[in-house]
């Protein structure tokens, strides 16, 4: 048997008493090792090159408008059908007597029944045969792909509606109750009449449907919060989609008329902005499916260019445009006919290039005959937002609105007003800031992209009105800052004129403190500035209403002044806050504080020296609060502090500060929360620093282990700190050190030796024993380095055979492997203790592998053995490979003890035994006998690197290691190879010829 003749090589080896690893010329060796210098040729290809992507994108085909042959009168539509149109008719009997007209026309391209759900605005006759509303509306998609390309005039540099929607219903709520009015519709807008054809009846039914909603058929929601407000006309624009995907265009108009009427009651008006953004929603909605409709209507078959003119769309989708305009020029009521219309706007390009500009100065008119100012107000804004979409270089309308807008000033102070005022009990400046979303987006219109003299004709304007404090804020906050800023002193001036009984100054100074923050004022004027509005800002005696002000002018403080303004405002703020606890009820706005003066302020020395920065943290009294701000101030100190300090100020500061965020750390804190926290306090930690003070930065340590001792990863930064202060005192000393010195790497020491055990996670403690013991081994500190490695030795039964690796469970085998290669490294420069015998350290490692519990079917142990042999060759050698300076490792203790070599022999032999029993154990499956191959191929590499071959009975050894590692073929083929090959290569040198011999045994066997 194969294992019988290894057996019997074995006991040869164990009974020959010279034998001993070969010895090494390891400078020799080096050299010959050295790789050959070959040119390299560059081609184009560099792995590193960037790499140029270019994206062609191709554009589809346009095409010209439909040849529909459809009446002319439908073709030639102007845009506007209730002025252009109507030449003295009625509309809806002019509409009644076209479809009559075009009946016959169209008669043959559609069926005669229609549902009444069908589209109010479309003509049954034109319905395309086979295809329903309800499948059109999937086309919806189509249509918005379509309308980015019209919106591109506005650039990104206008702020859109959306953004502001969430700030005015945050801002504008109530806690009154309120009532929405809810269309009960009939049963005659449910089911078609099959006995009726004609068109004109068709119109009829839907007339009286209509009709119908406004005669009564509505029911009353009483006593609803502001919750329940939105929640119902939330569920109002589902049932909008709903009706509309299901083909009940009818009751989609009925839903949208609906709403646009509840923008006329202002019984609780302290919520009228927040009803008007959440009505206009559906508004925006219902003009959205109509439009998207009308253009399907034109993409089938080809889509429409995307500046398509009203040439380019066909007759069918021009009666249906014009339908729509005609159906809602038959709503009696004023309000919701003008924002039904507006919704719709956008589908005038269907009909006329000039269409739009002919409606909208109509549409100004038509907002005359509104009596309630807060009403009109809103109307006009939402006519320049639907101007702004479709055309925003129609600037005759917006500067329409904004003058008739003016006009409607005087009905503030009127009875009527006053009346409403009285009886829901709203003061005048209350009521005056309803106006101020309206107003402000009407502004933004008009002061998009326009000049700067446009600012200065505004600010004439606004002086020769009264109570023009509303419209000077909404100026200020509209046009651009730089505008605002070159005039800042006039507009105080302007500011100190107005009315306080109107509306505050401090939203007005809030308004330009805004402007300010973006753009500077000229520079001699900046401090009358400052005073001028601080004067103001000081006697708001409203915590509230004077942070929000205050929180504004920070910015424009640190901006442009130094610390000594900043620590005034600083105390003024602590002045208002303090008293009541108000502070309490602003933390948003003092952090904003916070972040403003550590955007301006980066020079931590300058930022604690403020006197009144620290009591100003100290009104962050809410636990989560006050980390927050730590952590804010944490990131921006190691963003920006980029030498390291020793600064006292700095220093006590920012322990306050760490500590502080150290403090919050409890049994619930996430880890990933403890994590960030502990990064920011190493980021610290890293930046503290006392020169050559090495005593200072060793007492810094002892006091920051005390103060961040819930936090590991920190413990562990402290650990590496002091172990780089040891070793940055041997780079000064120069590795000659003094009793002073000796002491001071010695407590060093001591320190780390203390802290480790406090970790929790055992590889963290094992890699910084290891790693501390070497730090010791390098400052002479002999007895220290023994007492860590033999803590390290000591803690490895504790090693789980399994550990948590970012949240999944893993083989801890690799890990400890690592440790141990590393452990075996250093263990060849650390010189025997001399009351504990020969190889103690080494024997103790190898005690604990043996008696660890490693995993079933596990290689590792083995592997450790394998490892230890280098290990001990090295040992063998009359000059180690490497040594410490000033430390006598074992090859000075012995000099070459023939005792020292002998103990190495033995212990050699019985790793090997070790490994060969083993590798008798591995043949009981394909797995085992790929183990055997893998580990009797590391043997053999280990022999043939360390052993002396010379020796025939080693040399058989490795030659049968070899043949089991290829025996069933498991070896890969190309290691094998260029294993032999590097075996040549070594045989050709003049101390190693009798590697020639082995290589004549060694054969390459192919897999089978």
């Avoid at 009946?103 to 295809?131: C, D, F, I, N, Q």
């Avoid at 200072?696 to 936090?711: D, H, I, K, W, Y």
């Avoid at 042999?869 to 040992?875: G, V």
Wanted: hydrophobic residues 40%; aromatic residues 8%.
């Amino acid at each position: 048997m194969h294992y019988d003749f290894m057996n019997y090589v074995f006991f040869c080896l164990l009974c020959k008493k010279n034998r001993r690893s070969r010895w090494r010329k390891y400078e020799a060796e080096l050299q010959r090792c050295h790789p050959e210098a070959l040119p390299v040729e560059f081609g184009d290809y560099h792995p590193l090159k960037p790499i140029m992507v270019t994206d062609t994108k191709t554009r589809r085909g346009t095409r010209k408008g439909s040849t529909s042959s459809s009446s002319s009168s439908s073709s030639s539509a102007p845009a506007d059908p209730l002025s252009s149109m109507l030449d003295g008719t009625d509309p809806l009997s002019m509409f009644a007597a076209a479809s009559t007209s075009e009946t016959s026309a169209l008669s043959h391209g559609g069926s005669g029944g229609v549902s009444s759900h069908a589209e109010p605005a479309e003509r049954p006759g034109l319905k395309k045969k086979g295809k329903t509303f309800k499948n059109d509306f999937c086309f919806q998609d189509l249509g918005r792909k379509k309308r980015v390309k019209e919106e591109e005039p506005i650039g990104a540099d206008f702020e859109p509606w959306s953004t502001k929607r969430g700030e005015i219903l945050a801002r504008f709520t109530t806690t009154e109750k309120l009532s929405i009015n809810l269309f009960m519709g009939s049963d005659r807008g449910k089911a078609p009449n099959p006995g009726t054809s004609a068109v004109s009846e068709k119109v009829r039914t839907r007339l009286e449907e209509l009709d119908d909603l406004e005669e009564g058929s509505q029911r009353e929601l009483l006593n609803l919060s502001q919750q329940d407000y939105a929640n119902r006309i939330e569920e109002l624009n589902q049932s909008l989609k709903e009706a509309w995907s299901s083909d009940q265009k009818v009751k989609a108009l009925k839903i949208v008329i609906q709403c646009s009427k509840l923008l006329s009651d202002t019984s609780v008006i302290q919520f009228y902005p927040s009803k008007f953004v959440l009505i206009t929603d559906i508004l925006d909605t219902f003009g959205r499916l109509v439009y998207d409709r009308i253009w399907t209507m034109c993409s089938d078959p080809r889509t429409l260019p995307d500046s398509f003119t009203a040439e380019d769309v066909n007759d069918t989708a021009k009666e249906t445009c014009l339908n729509w305009f005609f159906k809602i020029a038959s709503i009696r009521e004023l309000l919701p006919r003008l924002y039904v219309e507006a919704a719709i706007l956008k589908c005038s390009r269907f009909l006329s290039k000039s269409g739009i500009q002919e409606t909208l100065p109509r549409l100004t008119a038509m907002i005359r005959g509104i009596g309630d100012p807060l009403v009109a107000a809103y109307a006009r804004a939402y006519l320049c937002r639907v101007g702004m979409e479709v055309a925003p270089q129609l600037k005759e309308s917006l500067n329409a609105n904004f003058f008739d807008l003016l006009a409607t000033f005087r009905q503030v102070s009127g009875d009527s007003v006053q009346r409403q005022l009285h009886l829901q009990r709203v003061e005048a400046p209350e009521y005056l800031t309803l106006y101020s979303p309206a107003i402000n987006w009407i502004l933004q219109c008009i002061a998009y992209r326009a000049p700067e003299q446009l600012l200065t004709e505004m600010m004439e304007r606004c002086k020769m009105m009264v109570n023009n404090a509303l419209l000077l804020n909404s100026i200020m906050r509209a046009f651009r800052p730089e505008f605002v800023a070159t005039r800042a002193t006039d507009f105080i001036g302007m500011i100190k004129d107005c009315d306080e009984s109107g509306f505050p100054k401090h939203l007005l100074y809030g308004s330009l403190g805004r402007s300010l923050a973006c753009a500077d004022p000229p520079e001699s004027e900046r401090l009358t500035i400052l005073n001028e509005a601080w004067k103001v800002i000081t006697k708001v005696r409203n915590p509230q209403d004077y942070m929000n002000c205050a929180e504004i002018w920070v910015e424009f403080t640190c901006r442009h002044f130094t610390k000594r303004e900043v620590n005034t405002v600083l105390a003024d703020i602590i002045k208002h806050m303090t008293p009541d606890r108000a502070f309490e009820d602003a933390y948003p706005q003092l952090q904003s504080v916070i972040r403003k003066i550590l955007t301006y302020f980066h020079d931590f020395s300058v930022l604690f020296s403020m006197e009144r920065f620290l009591p100003f943290l100290d009104m962050f009294q809410k636990d989560s609060v006050r980390v927050e701000v730590c952590k804010s101030i944490m990131e921006v100190f190691i963003k920006h502090q980029l030498e390291v300090t020793r600064d006292p100020v700095i220093l006590n500061a920012m322990l306050h500060i760490c500590k502080t965020m150290h403090d919050s750390v409890n049994a619930l804190t996430l880890e990933d929360e403890k994590r960030s926290l502990a990064l920011l306090i190493i980021g610290f930690i890293r930046m503290v620093s006392f020169g050559r003070d090495f005593e200072q930065q060793l007492s810094f340590c002892v006091e920051a282990r005390a103060t961040f001792c819930n936090l590991e990863p920190v413990l562990v930064q402290l650990i590496h700190t002091v172990n780089q202060l040891a070793m940055e005192t041997r780079r000064v000393v120069k590795g000659n050190h003094s009793r002073k010195t000796a002491a001071f790497v010695r407590a060093c020491a001591a320190y780390c030796f203390i802290t480790i055990p406090s970790l929790s996670s055992i590889f963290s403690r094992l890699h910084l024993y290891l790693l501390s013991g070497q730090v010791a081994l390098a400052n002479q500190c002999l007895s220290q380095a023994d007492a860590f490695l033999k803590a390290a030795v000591s803690i490895l039964p504790e090693v789980p055979r399994s550990i948590s690796v970012e949240g999944k469970l893993r083989s801890s085998e690799t890990f400890l492997l690592d440790f141990i290669n590393n452990f075996l490294a250093t263990l060849l420069v650390v010189p025997d203790h001399p009351e504990h015998g020969v190889l103690y350290l080494v024997r103790g490692l190898l005690n604990m592998v043996q008696d660890y519990t490693w995993e079933d079917n596990s290689d590792a142990k083995v592997r450790v053995y394998i490892s230890a042999l280098p290990l001990l060759a090295a040992m063998s050698q009359e000059t180690y490979l490497y040594s410490i300076p000033k430390v006598d490792s074992n090859e000075t203790l012995y000099g070459g003890d023939p005792k020292f070599l002998s103990e190495i022999n033995k212990l050699c032999e019985t790793l090997i035994g070790q490994i060969l029993d083993h590798l008798k154990t591995l043949t009981r499956d394909e797995q085992s006998v790929r183990r055997q191959s893998a580990l009797a191929f590391s043997l053999f590499g280990v022999l043939l690197a360390h052993g002396d071959l010379r020796n025939n009975k080693l040399s058989q050894l490795s030659v049968n290691l070899w043949n089991l590692s290829h025996k069933h073929g498991h070896c890969e083929t190309r290691v094998s190879v260029r294993t032999l090959e590097s075996i040549k290569h070594q045989a050709q040198q003049p101390d190693m010829a009798h590697l020639a011999d082995a290589i004549q045994r060694l054969a390459l066997q192919s897999r089978t």
